[in-house]
């Protein structure tokens, strides 16, 4: 039991951490090259790398085993860590995660003032 949850741990974390660290990487490149300078600086990089893995390190660690664990049948020894179906999550979250971020780096100073001048105007 306990084995299956360290397994089910460890693939949780992994599958966290590839997103953020896809999504990261993908965001200081092409900020970088389309904006000539990075959004993400080196200290803000660390400093999100730092409080992912940490509070997601603690959020999967401390997951206390079901028997349910036990109900499921044992992974072989062949098996990927990474699933296909863990692939299809990390892929699908790092695009939603792109598409709300350069959503707020390239049209989000447009859509601030927008909303700030229909207040103003509602507010006369």
Not at 5 to 30: E, G, M, R, W
Request: charged share 15%; glycine share 4%.
């Amino acid at each position: 039991m306990w084995g299956r949850n360290v397994y089910d741990s460890i693939s949780k974390f992994l599958q966290f951490q590839l997103t953020v660290n896809i999504v990261a990487v993908i965001v200081a490149f092409t900020g970088a090259c389309i904006t000539q300078d990075s959004p993400l600086k080196a200290v803000q990089m660390l400093w999100v790398n730092l409080i992912m893995d940490t509070f997601a390190s603690l959020a999967l660690a401390t997951e206390p085993p079901t028997e349910a664990l036990l109900l499921r049948k044992p992974y072989g020894r062949n098996k990927p860590l990474i699933s296909r179906t863990m692939m299809k999550n990390i892929l699908g979250h790092a695009v939603y995660q792109l598409t709300l971020i350069f959503t707020l780096l390239f049209v989000g100073e447009k859509l601030a003032q927008t909303l700030l001048s229909s207040r103003a105007a509602g507010l006369c």
